[in-house]
């Protein structure tokens, strides 16, 4: 027998002249000292049947329930291997607390994952997330629903509209975003005139940078640059913050009170937002354009003039309207999203980690996706 | 069995202007279930999370088997922290783990023993708090208020703890769920020879299991003892206390 030390669980098989065996434990029976016995038992129990067997517990010092939880183990399996056990020399503390647990053991009763249910798992996960795609389709629709009768007697009664909410969200979502949207616009018309003016200068075309920096960014960049900051920002923070008022039963309180949720927390949400993101499409527009002009300058030699003077031929104003009437769009889907997953928070704090996920994930998606819509149509329309 | 566990000597806590504890004392013996009592704000769970090492007082020391909590080494603190369970108000299971993983998750942590004996271990410490068998592979949130404060009594109980701390046990169960869990910790001591620190509201808890306590008011201990003791202390929030219409009906019938 290997040698262990002494306050660790011990267990030591002697053979008897009369073939009964008998195991000698002593030590601490005490979870973090289980180990070595646990070893020596698994062992005793593959190459041994139908012995007897004398379990002498009298040396064992301390017992804790996972000791007597490794006991019961041992000593039902051997059992079931036909062995015939008597324990000895337990003391009478030991004995009390072992009683008092075996009550509490159980068979175990957890199956086997079996053939079938292995090879059908995909399937079957793929099955209920199509379902689970749809459930949320038609929920999100639901809400989009309930938003607009909402919206509708809003308009109705003017005097029931949350002004207050409005102006603090805006200043939230729109105030407080100018500096992210300006450093972001700014890098943007900086990396725009950079690659524009590599390419043109080739040519020589040099000036035709204002019309390359112009058009991208009032029509295209800033408006889809500006939306996915606002989504990232905005859009995750009120996933979040109804998230946990929903936790904390702010929620349901507020309807026991009459306070219908869309009318105090979703509609000042969603109308706050559409109106910051068209104003901060516009300043972004104006940083954009600025730091083009700044890169022009320096790359090109364009002066400020120059470039204000050709901006102002070649720049129709359709194309920054276009860009600023984006803005409402991409708001309504940021907001309408974000509330939307804000409500979907249930009882864990985890599922709000993951709802403001996928909430910022769905909200970038659609903004893109309703770029692209924007970009066909408004081309098929010849604008 | 009158060996100290846990001293407490000239507890001062403030947070910002606001005294919480102004010298508070008690101890608390071997084996007994001691009770933390006050209203609210009289710093019950302030000093019980202070016993644990999760909040720590301005001056004044605490003792914990033994442990100067002030000057305690990174490797005796988690020893201590190995040593005691416990049970938070709202049971803080981790939400991202099955009951049975909250459970088995000090076991897994801080032992080398096998799985298979691992979970045999967790399904009796379901079993022994009285959850069914089914709750083991359930998400907390999937749980009923009762529900997540037996898996979490499992989880403070799965090593087998000296010392365990329950933050008001009871509130939130009904009448007949509370006397049940209170009837299981008495069981539990048994089993288990545990010190139990409560902090409780519940007078029927304070009649029928807690062995001595201490009643907080004005920044201090302002009574500390059995039952019996207390009751007949002429200190007036200990009367407010118990000479309330529930205390009256309660003393009446008795222990």
Not at chain 1, 90 to 117: G, I
Not at chain 1, 217 to 236: D, F, K, M, N, Q
Not at chain 2, 160 to 181: M, Q, W
């Amino acid at each position: 027998m290997h040698t262990t030390y002494s306050h660790k669980a011990q267990l030591k098989v002697l053979k008897t002249p009369d073939a009964t065996i008998v195991f000698k434990s002593s030590g601490n029976w005490t979870n973090n000292a289980l180990v070595d016995a646990n070893m020596i038992l698994d062992q005793f129990c593959r190459t041994h049947h139908n012995v007897t067997i004398h379990w002498d517990m009298s040396n064992v010092e301390n017992i804790d329930s996972a000791g007597v939880m490794l006991f019961i183990n041992y000593y039902d399996l051997l059992k079931l291997n036909h062995c015939n056990i008597k324990v000895i020399g337990a003391k009478s503390e030991h004995e009390k607390m072992y009683r008092l647990l075996r009550k509490y053991t159980s068979k175990d009763t957890r199956k086997p994952a079996d053939f079938y249910s292995v090879f059908l798992k995909p399937l079957d996960s793929i099955g209920k997330s199509s379902v689970a795609f749809i459930l949320d389709i038609t929920s999100f629709l639901a809400f989009v629903g309930e938003n607009f009768v909402h919206l509708l007697y809003s308009l109705l009664h003017p005097r029931s509209i949350r002004f207050g909410a409005i102006v603090k969200n805006i200043e939230e979502a729109g105030l407080r975003a100018i500096p992210i949207v300006a450093l972001t616009s700014f890098l943007i018309g900086v990396v725009i005139a950079y690659q524009g003016a590599v390419q043109l200068e080739k040519f020589g075309a040099n000036i035709f940078i204002v019309d390359m920096i112009g058009i991208s960014i009032t029509r295209e960049l800033s408006p889809l640059i500006t939306a996915i900051v606002v989504a990232g920002r905005t859009g995750s923070s009120y996933t979040a913050q109804l998230g946990v008022m929903k936790l904390t039963e702010e929620i349901d309180a507020m309807r026991t009170m009459g306070f219908e949720p869309h009318r105090f927390l979703v509609l000042p949400r969603i109308l706050a937002l559409m109106i910051s993101l068209p104003l901060l499409i516009f300043f972004a527009d104006i940083i954009g354009i600025a730091a083009g002009m700044l890169i022009s300058h320096l790359h090109l030699h364009i002066s400020f003039t120059e470039f204000i003077h050709r901006l102002q031929s070649v720049l129709d104003i359709k194309h920054v309207w276009i860009g600023i009437c984006k803005g409402p769009f991409f708001a309504w889907l940021i907001a309408a999203i974000g509330c939307y997953r804000g409500f979907q928070v249930s009882k864990s704090t985890e599922s709000i980690g993951r709802y403001t996920t996928i909430s910022v994930v769905n909200a970038i998606f659609l903004v893109i996706a309703c770029d692209a819509l924007f970009s066909v149509l408004l081309t098929e329309l010849g604008i | 069995m009158s060996n100290t566990v846990i001293e407490v000597s000239d507890i001062v806590t403030r947070f910002g202007t606001n005294i919480v504890h102004d010298g508070a004392n008690l101890s608390v013996r071997q084996g007994e279930i001691y009770g933390l009592l006050g209203g609210s704000g009289s710093g019950k769970t302030t000093l019980l999370k202070q016993m644990i090492m999760l909040l720590h007082p301005q001056s004044g020391e605490i003792s914990v088997l033994g442990q100067k909590l002030s000057t305690i080494s990174r490797t005796d603190s988690a020893i201590l922290r190995r040593n005691w369970g416990v049970l938070f108000q709202s049971g803080a299971l981790y939400s991202s783990l099955t009951v049975a993983e909250n459970v088995g998750i000090k076991l897994r942590e801080y032992t080398d023993l096998p799985l298979k004996l691992i979970q045999d271990i967790v399904r009796m410490k379901i079993n022994m708090v009285g959850l069914p068998e089914t709750a083991a592979e359930l998400y907390p949130a999937e749980l009923s208020g009762g529900m997540v404060k037996r898996a979490a009594l499992a989880r403070a109980l799965v090593m087998d703890p000296a010392l365990l701390f329950l933050d008001e046990p009871t509130s939130g169960l009904d009448p007949v769920g509370a006397e049940a869990f209170d009837n299981l910790i008495l069981e539990l001591r048994e089993i288990l020879d545990l010190t139990v620190v409560m902090v409780t509201h519940d007078l029927d808890s304070i009649w029928s299991i807690v062995d001595r306590f201490a009643v907080l008011g004005e920044k201090k201990v302002i009574a500390e003892g059995t039952l019996n003791e207390i009751i007949e202390n002429p200190q007036p929030i200990v009367r407010q206390f118990f000479g309330g219409i529930r205390g009256r009906i309660r003393s009446q019938n008795g222990k």
